[in-house]
C-alpha cells in the first residue's frame, strides 16, 4: 500500500475535496507536477487545468480547477482554487458556448486587456470540456 497523505481543495463557495489520497496531479503556471506524500514544502500558482486525484483505492479521479494556489508539506496539500467542478457538475453547452466566444473574441483583434481576459476564458472552458468529456467518453472539441 502506497503512504498517503492529506489532500483538500477549497473554493469560495465549498469544500471541495477533503481526503487522504495517494497523489495529485495539476498544472502549476510553469508545468505539470505531481504531489505524491513527503513532498518538499512549497507554494505556487495553479493553472486551469485537470485536477487528477489518485484516492486511497489508487482509483484515479479527474476534475476541473480554476486558477488557484497550492501549498505543499510533508503530510498534506491544499488548493485554494477560484472554482472546482466534477465532470458531472459541469453544464457542456455553456462550456461550448464559452470557448466559442472567447475564440471569436481572440480571432477579432482587440485590446490587449481584451485579449488576456478572452484567452484566459478559452483556457477555463477547454478544461471544463476535457473533464466533462473523459467521463462521458466524448471526443474532444
Avoid at 480547477?65 to 505543499?72: D, K, M, N, Q, R
Avoid at 472546482?84 to 459541469?90: F, L, Q, R, Y
Avoid at 462550456?95 to 471569436?104: D, F, H, T, Y
Avoid at 490587449?112 to 478572452?118: D, G, L, S, Y
Amino acid at each position: 500500500m502506497a503512504t498517503l497523505f492529506r489532500f483538500e481543495v477549497y473554493t469560495p463557495y465549498r469544500l471541495f475535496f477533503a481526503d487522504s489520497v495517494e497523489a495529485i496531479v495539476l498544472t502549476l503556471m510553469d508545468g505539470e507536477a505531481a504531489i505524491y506524500a513527503h513532498h518538499s514544502t512549497f507554494s505556487a500558482p495553479v493553472s486551469p487545468c485537470l485536477l487528477k486525484i489518485k484516492d486511497k483505492n489508487e482509483n484515479w479521479k479527474t476534475a476541473f480547477s480554476a486558477e488557484g494556489i497550492l501549498e505543499v508539506t510533508s503530510h498534506k496539500a491544499v488548493l485554494v482554487s477560484d472554482t472546482a467542478e466534477w465532470p458531472s457538475e459541469i453544464d457542456y453547452e455553456r462550456a461550448a458556448k464559452a470557448k466559442e466566444r472567447a475564440s471569436e473574441t481572440l480571432a477579432s483583434g482587440m485590446l490587449k486587456f481584451e485579449a488576456v481576459t478572452a484567452a484566459a476564458s478559452l483556457k477555463r472552458a477547454t478544461f471544463r470540456i476535457k473533464a466533462w468529456e473523459l467521463e462521458h467518453k466524448k471526443p474532444a472539441l
